[in-house]
């Protein structure tokens, strides 16, 4: 396929407009094709999502500006002003760097028994009529 044509792909959705296509991480392979498998729609934007979330500054090749601090957050104390500063800085994150979501809300719940966070961020994915939930759960590692 030409990569003209990649803008005027229609989805199997009558209300979508386009599709958005992302690699599999996993490297799963395709048994049919025997190539990597391909993510589509909804799962290709909920797992750029989860990767944004993970990335810290200058860790993405040539594009040092995405990415955020929540690696060093989680080493602070667990007071509920971290609890908000975690929850700005991903809606910010995914308002910045993920153009294919429209944000509605980014709940962060610390866990003291776990010594972390649990996120759960709500966004609609553009040309898709419904809801998208994101769950991870945020800890520090050594």
């Known amino acids: 396929m030409a990569?003209?044509?990649?803008?005027?792909?229609?989805?199997?959705?009558k209300r979508s407009a386009r599709i958005y296509k992302d690699l599999n991480l996993d490297f799963q392979v395709n048994t049919a094709t025997k190539d990597i498998q391909i993510m589509f729609d909804?799962?290709?934007?909920?797992?750029?999502?989860?990767?944004?979330i993970n990335l810290n500054h200058y860790e993405k090749p040539f594009h040092p500006e995405i990415?955020?601090?929540?690696?060093?957050?989680?080493?602070?104390?667990i007071t509920p002003q971290m609890t908000h500063v975690?929850?700005?800085?991903?809606?910010?994150?995914?308002q910045n760097y993920e153009p294919r979501c429209r944000l509605v809300q980014v709940a962060t719940m610390p866990d003291l028994h776990k010594n972390g966070y649990s996120v759960s961020i709500s966004f609609y994915v553009v040309n898709n009529p419904?809801?998208?939930?994101?769950?991870?759960?945020l800890?520090?590692?050594r």
């Open 86 to 94: 975690i929850g700005k800085q991903i809606s910010q994150l995914i």
């Open 130 to 137: 419904e809801p998208v939930i994101v769950e991870s759960f």
């Open 139 to 141: 800890e520090r590692l």
């Open 3 to 13: 990569s003209y044509d990649a803008g005027t792909l229609t989805n199997q959705s």
């Open 42 to 52: 909804v799962e290709a934007v909920k797992r750029s999502v989860r990767n944004l």
């Open 67 to 77: 990415g955020s601090n929540l690696r060093a957050m989680l080493f602070e104390l």
